[in-house]
């Protein structure tokens, strides 16, 4: 059974930083791109962030650009995002998301999430 | 970057009724479109990939169509499990971008 386990996500206040884990299981971690897709509370989804499946190739929304960094373990079956520079517009549940096939952009597996706050 | 834009934003309907919500990209994605459906407090589940494509395990009332610009998720007979908020996503660019959401409400 594929399992994907966020955490992390804590009350930060605006200008600091946070580490996002996520912990796959159930699947051949490194064949697939990974994704980290955010939702603010009440809103729609918004995609963050995807590493290829060998972590050579990353790339990120507009909207976090220069202030998140996404990078994996293949080793240890992990995902992760560091957050650097939060805003209070960074406030989301965060969601760790599995393509449904090789680079195919499609999200067949989601985690429960884990929520980041970001408040003074 | 892709813009996505849902139609209607609500929509209120009765369990049994045959419900189309349409998704229209700001420029061609040919059929990279997806669709998902989220329930309150649950991650989005995949319905339908590349278009027109059921995903694993998705009951056959749930259909999807178009390409290029315009695209329709089909619920042919609503079920009372299928009231929640459905999104669709293009993946023709790297920089993924979803629609708005529709929220599919009892009438």
């Known amino acids: 059974e594929v399992q994907l386990v966020e955490s992390g996500g804590v009350v930060v206040q605006p200008g600091g930083s946070l580490r996002l884990s996520c912990a796959a299981s159930?699947?051949?971690?490194?064949?697939?791109?990974m994704h980290w897709v955010r939702q603010a509370p009440g809103k729609g989804l918004e995609w963050v962030s995807l590493i290829s499946w060998d972590g050579g190739s990353t790339y990120y929304a507009d909207s976090v650009k220069g202030r998140f960094t996404i990078s994996r373990d293949n080793s240890k079956n992990s995902l992760y995002l560091q957050m650097n520079s939060l805003r209070t517009e960074d406030t989301a549940l965060y969601y760790c998301a599995k393509d449904n096939t090789a680079d195919s952009r499609e999200f067949d597996y989601w985690g429960q999430g884990t929520l980041v706050t970001v408040s003074s | 970057d892709i813009q996505m834009t849902q139609s209607p934003s609500s929509l209120s309907a009765s369990v049994g009724d045959r419900v189309t919500i349409t998704c229209r990209a700001s420029q061609s994605i040919s059929s990279y479109l997806n669709w998902y459906q989220q329930k309150p407090g649950k991650a989005p589940k995949l319905l339908i990939y590349?278009?027109?494509s059921l995903q694993s395990g998705v009951p056959s009332r749930f259909s999807g169509s178009g390409s290029g610009t315009d695209f329709t998720l089909t619920i042919s007979s609503l079920q009372p499990e299928d009231f929640a908020t459905y999104y669709c996503?293009?993946?023709?660019?790297?920089?993924?971008?979803f629609g708005q959401g529709t929220k599919l409400e009892i009438k």
């Open positions: 159930g699947f051949t971690f490194d064949d697939y791109t």
């Open positions: 996503q293009q993946s023709y660019s790297t920089l993924v971008t």
């Open positions: 590349a278009a027109s």
